[in-house]
């Protein structure tokens, strides 16, 4: 069993009252500042709505993180807190007396509760901590008139009862309720449901866009004009955009128009900092395009699943914007019918900076690998790479260990098993696996001392898991 510290005084004191809701209510008036917190807390862990309802209104503090609390949506404790601001801006008060400013909805961790439920011993101090930290963050709203909601979305098929409600009750106050979405994840809804939701947002709030709709160019195009509203985006992720499921649009030079108005947008975005497309359609020219418009230094590029031309590539190695990347992540795109060159010369540009390499499955051979050591020995900040799932010799395997010898910074090393380690069909052989892979190791550590590396087959078709040496030796079911 485990032990639990007893109750504080102050705790039982909170709890006694709170079994009167009416008496509880009617102390607000009388409260002390610094209880509030406490007695807020446990008015939400045991569900008691109308006394939520009644604290909001009286709220002593400029910032309210409820969604700290509420791990999971719980519609009934959304409805008492929204109908306790509604108390609040019905109140014949001054706007600059309502203390309340921002109330967060967001799922993540804040110490606003940690600094006043925290201390067992109520030290006022903690107050003074919390008021210079709340201070900071919301100097800019407190002589704002309008309330600040704040929250994150992931839109999934349709809106839950959750989500419709405090859309709906955002839009129908308008004049004193700014509602912000710091991160946003759309995933197969109707292109007008998302228009109709961006609607009741400012887009401007939004910081981070995640984009797993399966549509069309064609209806990306019309969400382009919101794209362009979205001045403080910093992280944009697109998945599954289609080139050839246009219902209207079938010509190609309509084609080129949609991607052309949607590429065009990324010159606004000037606080883009991480760019992922996955199983984007889009052609050399565009992707041209694309890197041409991006106007600040990236830090994220991953492209994945995407098929790339050696004009994309060319591109790429070009982009000023692409020359402080910390993470690339290539994986998935087919690199075998490709010049090395342009990636070479990518890696060359971002040596001093780049920090993880994703190259998993990319269809690598020895030639082309070969190409890259030279770049890739002066990647000093790497932390992490993974040449999973590529087409290496014994001997070229062996020459990439040797090029990591100034790369002191790798914890995690991800490497394939050597080509010998495969038969004539492409099966693995357990003898050659245990013989060359441990001569690997040993190649390592007379470059360096590593911390996080392991070898790796192909996954296998039948029982869908690798044969792994690292730490330990790990066989696939089949080879057990």
């Not at 799922?107 to 439920?117: E, G, S, T």
């Not at 011993?121 to 407190?142: P, W």
């Not at 900076?353 to 190409?371: H, K, N």
């Not at 390592?444 to 898991?465: D, G, M, W």
Request: hydrophobic letters at 40%; a positive charge.
């Amino acid at each position: 069993m485990s032990v639990q510290d007893p109750p504080t005084l102050l705790q039982l004191s909170v709890q006694r009252l709170l079994r009167d809701e009416a008496l509880a209510i009617s102390s607000l008036q009388y409260l002390p500042r610094a209880l509030f917190p406490l007695l807020f807390k446990e008015a939400f862990n045991h569900r008691q709505t109308n006394v939520l309802r009644a604290m909001v209104a009286v709220w002593p503090f400029p910032f309210l993180p409820l969604g700290t609390l509420m791990k999971t949506p719980h519609l009934e404790i959304l409805q008492a807190v929204l109908d306790g601001v509604d108390m609040l801006w019905t109140q014949k008060v001054l706007p600059r007396r309502r203390k309340l400013q921002v109330l967060d909805l967001r799922n993540v961790y804040h110490d606003f509760w940690d600094v006043w439920v925290g201390p067992e011993n109520g030290d006022h101090s903690a107050e003074t901590v919390c008021e210079k930290q709340i201070g900071k963050r919301l100097h800019q709203y407190a002589l704002r008139r309008r309330l600040k909601v704040v929250t994150d979305l992931c839109l999934r098929f349709h809106l839950n009862e959750h989500q419709a409600y405090l859309l709906q009750w955002a839009q129908q106050r308008r004049s004193s309720i700014r509602l912000c979405c710091v991160k946003m994840q759309i995933w197969a809804l109707p292109v007008y449901t998302v228009r109709k939701v961006l609607m009741v947002f400012q887009p401007d709030s939004i910081q981070e866009l995640e984009l797993n709709t399966g549509w069309s160019l064609s209806t990306l195009v019309h969400f382009a004009s919101y794209l362009d509203q979205m001045r403080n985006l910093q992280k944009l992720l697109l998945t599954r955009i289609h080139k050839n499921t246009f219902k209207v649009l079938n010509t190609s030079s309509d084609i080129q128009k949609c991607i052309t108005k949607f590429v065009s947008q990324f010159s606004k975005l000037n606080s883009l900092q991480h760019l992922s497309m996955n199983g984007i359609y889009f052609s050399s020219e565009h992707m041209k395009q694309l890197f041409r418009y991006l106007k600040t230094p990236l830090e994220t590029l991953s492209i994945t699943m995407c098929k790339l031309s050696h004009l994309d590539l060319n591109s790429l190695s070009q982009s000023q914007s692409l020359h402080q990347l910390k993470h690339l992540n290539l994986r998935l795109v087919k690199l075998i019918d490709l010049r090395p060159v342009p990636f070479h010369d990518l890696l060359r540009s971002v040596a001093g900076t780049l920090q993880t390499l994703e190259l998993e499955g990319c269809w690598m051979v020895d030639s082309q690998l070969i190409a890259l050591l030279p770049a890739l020995s002066q990647c000093s900040q790497l932390t992490r790479v993974n040449f999973y799932d590529n087409d290496i010799s014994m001997a070229v395997l062996k020459d990439l260990l040797y090029h990591t010898a100034n790369l002191s910074q790798l914890t995690q090393e991800l490497y394939p098993v050597p080509l010998e380690c495969y038969d004539a069909l492409g099966i693995v052989s357990r003898e050659r696996f245990v013989q060359l892979c441990p001569e690997l190791m040993e190649t390592l550590i007379t470059v360096r001392q590593p911390k996080n590396v392991s070898f790796a087959t192909y996954i296998c078709h039948e029982c869908c898991q690798r044969c792994i040496y690292g730490l330990e030796t790990k066989l696939c079911r089949c080879r057990q």
